[in-house]
């Protein structure tokens, strides 16, 4: 997500008196979000810590992040994207259609409000989970909210920041962006890399067929994906690296297992605001790790023809002249 | 017995990535994560240095490390457009290998982000 108006958590923690939480339940999901940088910690801006934040939680029912919101709004279910764009007319003081509001489920009185509050923070911070990035609209909704935050800033200093799910995910956008310019959806089927999800993203491609091997890495998708998805996994070999014998491993033809990241295995994770933080494994395990393994497959295939038809490497443009 | 300590320690279970955990832990396991919260405190405390899963399964019966990685590279080198996928719960540098690996093969590369 080029482009992207954000700031790391130390800085919402000192300065954020305005958090929107859209879309997510960091209640649960999240535990120590609030306690560590969002709601609870007292600075020098923010000396009264919660009292001088105002939390707002956007999402479709009442979760238990509820009760830590001082204002919650229930929109519409799959009514996100047509919400931020009114939000995105009402900060410019354009018309919306009663009718437009009233669509979203919420009310003409509870918007105005909104505005008004975002407009007069001092530094806002928009959070978006799952419940905004995985419904209808998908990433147009994280594309639509995250310009909101770009033009809020006409008025006011605002961030918005996708608050990412389980273990590394967040590692790797940003290792694959360096590694290759762009963030997933990638293939090197021309010998460079080229983007485009939907074409080349792994539901898509499984469920249309496309791939004839799959190596799965730090994932399960055997109890994720949908059906068709699974079902094209156990037509096609599939490699498997785990700590844990998984659903995906059950259907894979090769499962081996690895040390567990951040317990035994060392190295780097990235926190969901793309800080780097070293890990430090307190338990030697019996299994290899990932990268060492990986490594060694990487090993392994270098060892063979490489898979232009005549076997050969490309050559760097420099070495054709 | 007494136990070994390391202060701020990460806990890659959720996007938060705390790194202020102190674990308390022997040769076997961790048994207390302080400052971790529920969920922080099962992932530490659920993993052990047991062999409980065998080293490598092909077609799910035993099988040495070795000869898994050898099929592995076999499967994937034969096939036309293998596909890289996950790297959720791995490292950064494990994740690097990954990238190497799909370009190599002129393969597929996606991670979670993508679903
Ligand atoms: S301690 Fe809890 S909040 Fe912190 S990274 Fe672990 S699971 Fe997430």
Known sequence: ?321 | MSLQVIDNATCTFCGCVCDDIQLHYDETRIHKANKACVLGTAWFLNHTVEHKYPDALIDGKKASLDDAIELAATLLHEADMPLVYGMSNTTCEAQKECAALADQLGGLLDSHTSL
């Not at chain 1, 130390?10 to 929107?20: M, N």
């Not at chain 1, 939480?21 to 801006?45: D, I, V």
């Not at chain 1, 830590?68 to 009402?90: W, Y």
């Not at chain 1, 919420?106 to 008004?116: G, K, S």
């Open chain 1, 1 to 321: 997500m080029g482009g992207k108006v954000s700031c790391t958590l130390g800085e919402v923690k000192q300065r954020a008196d305005f958090i929107v939480y859209w879309g997510g339940n960091p209640a649960e999901c999240h535990p120590r979000h609030f306690t560590k940088y969002t709601l609870m910690q007292k600075s020098k801006f923010l000396p009264r810590g919660r009292k001088d934040r105002t939390m707002v939680l956007v999402d479709i029912r009442e979760t238990k992040s509820a009760k830590a919101s001082d204002i919650f709004l229930q929109v519409r279910p799959g009514k996100d994207f047509e919400l931020i764009t009114i939000l995105r007319a009402l900060i410019k003081d354009q018309n919306v259609s009663d009718e437009a509001i009233a669509d979203t489920g919420l009310t003409r009185e509870v918007l105005d409000d909104l505005v008004q509050r975002m407009k007069s923070a001092k530094f806002g911070c928009m959070f978006f989970g799952m419940g905004l990035s995985m419904t209808r609209g998908k990433h147009m909704n994280s594309a639509a909210l995250l310009t909101l935050a770009a033009e809020m800033n006409a008025f006011t200093k605002f961030v918005a920041m996708p608050m990412r799910g389980h273990g590394n995910v967040t590692g790797a956008d940003v290792m694959m962006r360096w590694q290759t310019g762009y963030p997933f959806g990638i293939t090197f089927n021309r010998g460079y890399p080229r983007y485009n999800p939907g074409e080349f993203s792994t539901v898509d491609v499984l469920v249309r067929g496309d791939c004839d091997a799959a190596f799965i890495i730090g994932a399960d998708p055997g109890g994720t994906m949908p059906q068709p998805a699974i079902d094209h996994l156990k037509r096609i070999p599939t490699i498997v690296l785990d700590p844990h014998v998984t659903h995906t491993s059950k259907l894979a033809r090769v499962h081996i297992t690895t040390a567990p990241q951040g317990i035994a295995a060392p190295g780097t994770a990235y926190r969901m605001d793309e800080v780097p933080l070293p890990l430090k494994p307190p338990l030697k395990s019996p299994y290899p790790t990932d990268e060492y393994v990986v490594r060694r497959i990487n090993e392994a295939i270098m060892a063979k023809p490489f898979w232009l038809p005549d076997g050969s490497q490309p050559q760097m443009l420099t070495a054709q002249v």
